[in-house]
């Protein structure tokens, strides 16, 4: 019989889980199968899917390095985007090593952040403010900002901008 994991957090709204194959990862966290939509019996769905309701793993998302000037060992996954038609927020996941850090800068929209795994330090014009799992970080427009791993544990957090903009942090 076929192993399936129920993909569900503790206290969810049922209505929001779904089961599907036991799925497995690479060491480097990639899938070592192709990322797809599946119905609440956990088969796989056909069609076009882009404006139906998706529930996937941060994980299932395909991680990048960072390469903006500036960036030093971060890497990002695209959780919501273009490719999804996602037009008026994009959700990106970051993953910053140990001593890595994001770019110094500043743009003209903010970044809404949650952090949900280790601590580091946000540069801000206020100087800098340390966070950690848990917190969450407002940025406004056209404040210089940077997020800097000075842990020995990885940094990991969600980053909410509005379309379309590609700022990589
Ligand atoms: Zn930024």
Redesign the pocket.
Known sequence: MEQRLLRCAAGADPGRCISRPARTFAPGGQEMQPAGTFDRNGEPMSGNMSNAMRVQAILEHEQKDVTLEGAKDARMRMLVGPEDGANVFHMRHFEVAPGGH??H???DYE?EIIVLKGKGVASSEQGDRPFRAGDVLW?PPNEK?QLRNESTEPLEVVCL?PAPHA???
């Open positions: 994001t770019p800068h500043q743009h970044h940025i900002h901008i700022c990589a942090d």
